[in-house]
């Protein structure tokens, strides 16, 4: 079994900043794609950004820019760093992973999500 644990969330005003943290821990053997959704009330959950195991990022159009995504391998963790937050970056924010573990192929994680609100 694989858990995923986000940090970081809470209450910003405009312009602000944040940084979310998703350590994965369990009987991995190999983390491949991770990523940050994010989903508000009423709305489908939506890419935010992701990165492979090589390195490579994707964002979503609306961050760009804005937010960063970053890995670290040897801590089995990813960060966003979220700046110039607006208020429509208000939701729960879940990291997700694809993990294999020591027996088990590749299998799609999530955490239970942080909060962040952007308000003044």
């Known amino acids: 079994q694989v858990q995923l644990v986000e940090s970081g969330g809470g209450l910003v005003q405009p312009g602000g900043s944040l940084r979310l943290s998703c350590a994965a821990s369990?009987?991995?053997?190999?983390?491949?794609?991770m990523g940050w959704f994010r989903q508000v009330p009423g709305s489908q959950r939506e890419l935010v950004a992701n990165i492979n195991g090589g390195g490579t990022k994707s964002y979503v159009e609306s961050v760009e820019g804005r937010f960063t995504i970053s890995r670290d391998n040897a801590k089995n963790s990813i960060y966003l760093q979220m700046n110039s937050l607006k208020p429509e970056d208000t939701a729960i924010y879940y990291c997700n992973a694809d993990v294999s573990t020591s027996i088990a192929g590749p299998k799609n994680y999530w955490g239970r999500g942080t909060q962040v609100t952007v308000s003044s």
């Open positions: 369990g009987r991995i053997d190999r983390i491949h794609m």
